[in-house]
């Protein structure tokens, strides 16, 4: 390693917005973070699932309404 072309690393604490401090070492004294492992959801279980079912279903009714608009107005076209 080259002299004198490195940060400082000295100890360092990061604050969550819980209020847990985790001691760490950092280039900086203080980090403030907005989520740790105490008050997220993954690890508290209090996870919440996304209903993806629920999503695909409403996206195929949606692309089937804009196919059976598109069948019609190419039918209209047709007759004029």
Do not use: L, W
Request: charged share 25%; net charge positive; aromatic share 6%.
């Amino acid at each position: 390693m080259k002299a004198d072309i490195h940060p400082k690393y000295a100890d360092a604490e990061m604050r969550c917005a819980c209020g847990n401090v985790i001691k760490t070492r950092s280039t900086k004294s203080t980090v403030i973070i907005g989520i740790c492992n105490v008050c997220h959801p993954f690890y508290t279980g209090q996870q919440k699932f996304v209903d993806t079912a629920g999503r695909v279903d409403k996206f195929q009714q949606r692309a089937a309404k804009t196919a059976a608009a598109q069948a019609a107005a190419a039918t209209k076209k047709k007759k004029v």
